[in-house]
């Protein structure tokens, strides 16, 4: 695909600006002019931090564009131990993934004490509520993105928090979002549709848990 967030979608649209918002208040003031951070599957996105950013994804021609660009998959990069200050891998990077190799391997680039922004989506969303997929450890979903069929993993929030810990990497915060437009989508299978309920989220914080498709994380390597 020629881009990765389509613009006339209220479900992405609002995903996008919550990751967008999430980087600027919690990794932004973290980076400096020195900084090197990890852009793992970037599909050419940018964000506005300071210092250098390494782009990595499998498909050239969203990153060629920029100065550092490595062509692979987060599950096995080829790039030096502890060598950034921090990595963002989100846009549901992670479900397109093996997590346990993808979280290794961001662990493993990251200098300690660095920052990493993942953002996922999960098994225990709404959207799976009343079916025996809800809160597997891993179950296989397929979505219509862009007019392709896009298969995924939804990873359960309790899996991906204990790969984080056994990667050395410790949440520091969390937010999770697509609480009431999941249960909407349950109902309707109208995702972009569905999308215009997530500014109801705040009324249902509490049991976000229970519900939320999406999940952002600001993880520090110990």
């Known amino acids: 695909m020629s881009c990765v967030w389509p613009d006339d979608d209220r479900w992405y649209n609002y995903t996008h600006k919550y990751i967008l918002d999430f980087i600027a208040n919690n990794l932004a003031p973290k980076l400096s ?53 921090a990595a963002i891998c989100v846009g549901s990077v992670l479900n397109y993934c093996d997590a346990v190799s993808s979280l290794r391997e961001l662990s493993r680039v990251i200098k300690p004490g660095g920052y990493l922004i993942l953002e996922y989506e999960r098994s225990n969303t ?68 569905s999308g215009q309920f997530a500014r109801y989220d705040m009324w249902v914080k509490p049991l976000s848990y229970l519900m939320a498709h999406n999940i952002i994380l600001l993880c520090k390597k110990s």
């Open 126 to 193: 709404g959207e799976l509520w009343l079916t025996s997929e809800y809160g597997k450890n891993a179950t296989k979903q397929q979505y219509d993105y862009m007019g392709h069929t896009h298969t995924l993993w939804l990873y359960s929030e309790k899996v991906i928090v204990q790969i984080l810990k056994e990667c050395g990497l410790d949440i520091i915060k969390q937010e999770r979002f697509h609480c009431v437009s999941a249960l909407v989508n349950r109902i309707t299978h109208q995702e972009e549709y």
């Open 33 to 85: 002019q020195k900084s090197v951070f990890l852009n793992a599957g970037s599909g050419g996105s940018e964000y506005d931090l300071q210092g250098s950013c390494h782009h990595v994804d499998i498909a050239e021609n969203l990153i060629s564009k920029f100065d550092r660009y490595t062509v692979a998959s987060i599950e096995k990069m080829p790039l030096e131990d502890n060598s950034f200050d």
